[in-house]
C-alpha cells in the first residue's frame, strides 16, 4: 500500500493520435503530458488490481481538463509506449471543468480509450458559456466528436430560451479564441421549443445556434397564447420571434396547415361613448 499527496502518471491513447480542436472536458489533450492526481488523504496504489485510488478532494489533471470528486479511482496497464491509464472513476461530488465548462454529477466513468465520459446521479449539468445542458439518466461527453449527449427529460437553456426533448445531441466547435464553442443542438422524441411568446411541439427538432433558427418535424404544434397552428414543419426564429409552419407537400390532401385563432375579446366602449345607432 502506498500513500502519497502528488502523482504524475504517464496518459498515453489513442485518441492523442489525431488532431484536437476542442476537447473542453477531455484528458486526452494532445501534448499535454502526463495525468497529475492530487488528494488530501492520499492515493492508495493496489499493484495487483492495477488501479489508483484517490481519496478526500481528490482530482486529475491533464492541459486544462479537471475532474474532481471525493474519490478517483485510475485504472491503468502497461505497454511499449510505457504505463497507460485506460480508465477513470470519479465518485461524489463530481465535476469536471476547464477554463471555460463545467459539468457535474454523483459519478463520471471516463473510458481513456474511446474519450468517452458519462456522468450520472442527481442534477446533472453541463454549462458552457452561453448554454446549459441538464438531464435526467446520463450526460456524455465524446471528445473524439466534440459532442455532448443528454439524456432523459433532456434541457437545453440559453438565455431565456429552452428546448426540451428525450435526448439532446449539442455538437461543438472552437471558436478563434479557443473557447467551446455550440455549433448545433439535436432533439429526439417530445422536441419542445419554449420562448416568451411561443410554445412549439414536435418528434424531432435541429437548432443552429448561429442563426438561431430551430426546425422541427412531425406532428408539429406552434401554440401562442390561445392560437394553436398544426402542421408536419415548423422554423422557427428565435431571434426575431417569427414562426412558419408548413405542410411536407405530399399533395394527398391528408397534410395540410391548420389553425385555430382565438380573436382578443372586443373593447368595451368608454365612458361617455355611445354605440353608434343608439339614441336616449
Not at 144 to 172: I, P, Q, Y
Not at 203 to 216: E, F
Not at 244 to 269: F, I, Q, T, Y
Request: proline share 2%; aromatic share 6%.
Amino acid at each position: 500500500m502506498l500513500y502519497a499527496a502528488t502523482l504524475v502518471v504517464g496518459l498515453a491513447c489513442s485518441a492523442a493520435t489525431s488532431p484536437v480542436f476542442a476537447a473542453p472536458l477531455g484528458l486526452t489533450q494532445q501534448g499535454a503530458g502526463g495525468l497529475d492526481v492530487e488528494s488530501d488523504n492520499g492515493i492508495e496504489w493496489r499493484r495487483n488490481d492495477s488501479v489508483l485510488i484517490a481519496r478526500g478532494n481528490a482530482f486529475a489533471r491533464r492541459g486544462d481538463s479537471k475532474v474532481n470528486s471525493d474519490e478517483l479511482r485510475a485504472f491503468y496497464r502497461e505497454s511499449d509506449a510505457g504505463t497507460e491509464i485506460y480508465r477513470l472513476e470519479a465518485h461524489g461530488h463530481v465535476k469536471l471543468s476547464t477554463t471555460t465548462d463545467v459539468a457535474t454529477g454523483d459519478l463520471a466513468i471516463y473510458d481513456i480509450d474511446q474519450a468517452v465520459v458519462v456522468l450520472t446521479g442527481d442534477n446533472l449539468t453541463y454549462k458552457t458559456p452561453t448554454e446549459t445542458l441538464t438531464a435526467k439518466d446520463s450526460l456524455e461527453y465524446w471528445e473524439a466528436k466534440h459532442m455532448a449527449v443528454a439524456r432523459g427529460n433532456a434541457v437545453a437553456t440559453s438565455e431565456g430560451r429552452k428546448l426540451r426533448a428525450d435526448v439532446l445531441t449539442a455538437r461543438f466547435i472552437q471558436s478563434a479564441k479557443g473557447d467551446n464553442e455550440l455549433e448545433r443542438i439535436d432533439g429526439y422524441g417530445h422536441v419542445t421549443i419554449e420562448t416568451a411568446t411561443d410554445f412549439v411541439v414536435g418528434d424531432q427538432g435541429v437548432y443552429d445556434a448561429k442563426t438561431g433558427i430551430a426546425t422541427l418535424t412531425g406532428s408539429v404544434k406552434i401554440t401562442r397564447g390561445k392560437n394553436q397552428l398544426n402542421g408536419d414543419r415548423a422554423v422557427v426564429d428565435l431571434k426575431t420571434g417569427i414562426s412558419r409552419l408548413m405542410a411536407d407537400g405530399k399533395g394527398d390532401g391528408k397534410s395540410r396547415v391548420r389553425g385555430l385563432l382565438v380573436p382578443d375579446n372586443e373593447k368595451k366602449p368608454e365612458a361617455g361613448n355611445k354605440p353608434a345607432g343608439k339614441t336616449n
